[in-house]
């Protein structure tokens, strides 16, 4: 710019500036004016065209489309990389590459190579073709040949162990004699522990109760089951709200812990009104109530009840049925309305559900007076 503003004056480089575009307006115009077709090349075109003279530029050797050719990248020698395009740097890295051991699997493996640039793999992408020694193969699966499970030497190793039956005692079998009579081992040794938990089997009841007995193997083993008659020194059933630790303990299925939590929430609650109370006590399992419920029996005119209308809050916060939140309603509750007459008036003040008034309403005493 210097060395034109000494060899032109201000005056003439000022009009050279404004010359050269009105030439080049003038120039469009003539065109288009010659050449109604003509027109100039869009934004987009002029970059298209500049990308190809910089590719032009980078590959010396591309030769438009027509250079282009398939090949493999695991087998191509370097000449025929350079005649694709590469440069000699690019085509030794390629030639490296394999010469570690790797190899090109699949087409976006020579992406991977570090000498390769995104715009190259593009334009080579679709001449890429992996020989079949090196491509990528699927997992084989392996077929197995089908398994028909045959049922007769299990039928034969069963009904060649059997014994004839006979009539036996169900109370002295072993389990060795129970699995040659029909039950598997398994079986046997179930049914052996269920008879020695209930301290014996006395009828076809009990033994039908027993889970691993199905119907049909109870209507085969019927008639050949032999059980003692009841003798009159038999244990009698246990009154449940009157027995001590040691009545409770000598009760099949009841130990000593379950004897002093048995104890506990009787004081608790009350005393037992019914027999499914039991069920309530921690460490009692289904199993054991099944069995304990028939050495028992429950006399509801045992039970203490509560005064609902004068006990001492420390009273009524211990019962089971009485929770915290019941508790502080009933309380407020007495303490505005000054007490109730009927159950049915704890569930209108909103203090029980109706479940909740039926299971604690035997455990209740309405006193109109507060007793000495």
């Not at 004897?259 to 608790?268: E, K």
């Not at 004068?310 to 309380?331: C, W």
Request: aromatic share 10%.
């Amino acid at each position: 710019m210097k060395r034109l503003r000494k060899i032109f004056t201000s005056n003439e480089f000022r009009g050279a500036l404004i010359l050269i575009p009105s030439l080049i307006v003038c120039s469009i115009v003539l065109r288009r004016a010659l050449d109604p077709g003509y027109t100039p090349h869009p934004p987009y075109e002029a970059a298209s065209l500049i990308d190809s003279l910089n590719t032009h530029r980078r590959y010396p050797n591309d030769v438009k489309g027509d250079s282009l050719f398939v090949f493999d990248p695991n087998t191509i020698d370097f000449h025929s990389l350079l005649a694709l395009g590469f440069s000699r740097n690019e085509a030794l890295g390629i030639i490296k590459y394999r010469t570690r051991g790797k190899r090109f699997e699949i087409k976006e493996d020579l992406a991977s190579c570090y000498t390769v640039s995104e715009e190259m793999y593009r334009r080579l992408e679709p001449y890429i073709s992996i020989g079949e020694e090196f491509a990528l193969k699927p997992f084989e699966t392996k077929e197995y040949p089908a398994y028909h499970y045959d049922t007769s030497r299990r039928k034969a190793r069963h009904t060649r162990d059997t014994l004839t039956l006979t009539p036996f005692r169900l109370d002295t079998a072993s389990v060795g004699y129970l699995s040659k009579i029909g039950f598997s081992t398994r079986q046997a040794e179930v049914l052996v522990k269920y008879r020695d938990i209930r301290g014996g089997l006395r009828t076809i009841d009990e033994l039908a109760e027993c889970y691993v007995v199905s119907e049909e193997m109870l209507a085969r083993l019927q008639p050949y089951l032999l059980f003692d008659e009841p003798r009159e020194d038999d244990p009698q059933p246990v009154e449940l709200n009157r027995a001590d630790s040691t009545a409770l303990v000598s009760i099949r299925g009841i130990g000593a812990k379950s004897a002093m939590a048995i104890i506990d929430y009787r004081r608790r609650l009350g005393g037992f009104h019914r027999l499914e109370q039991l069920s309530e006590v921690r460490g009692i399992t289904e199993r054991n109530y099944e069995l304990i419920v028939q050495q028992i029996w429950c006399d509801s005119c045992e039970i203490q009840k509560i005064s609902i209308n004068f006990a001492p809050a420390e009273e009524l916060a211990g019962h089971p049925y009485l929770p915290p939140a019941a508790l502080r309603k009933l309380l407020k509750t007495r303490q505005l309305k000054g007490g109730w007459t009927t159950i049915g008036e704890l569930i209108e003040d909103k203090i029980f559900t109706e479940d909740e008034a039926a299971r604690i309403a035997p455990y209740l005493r309405f006193d109109v007076q507060q007793p000495k």
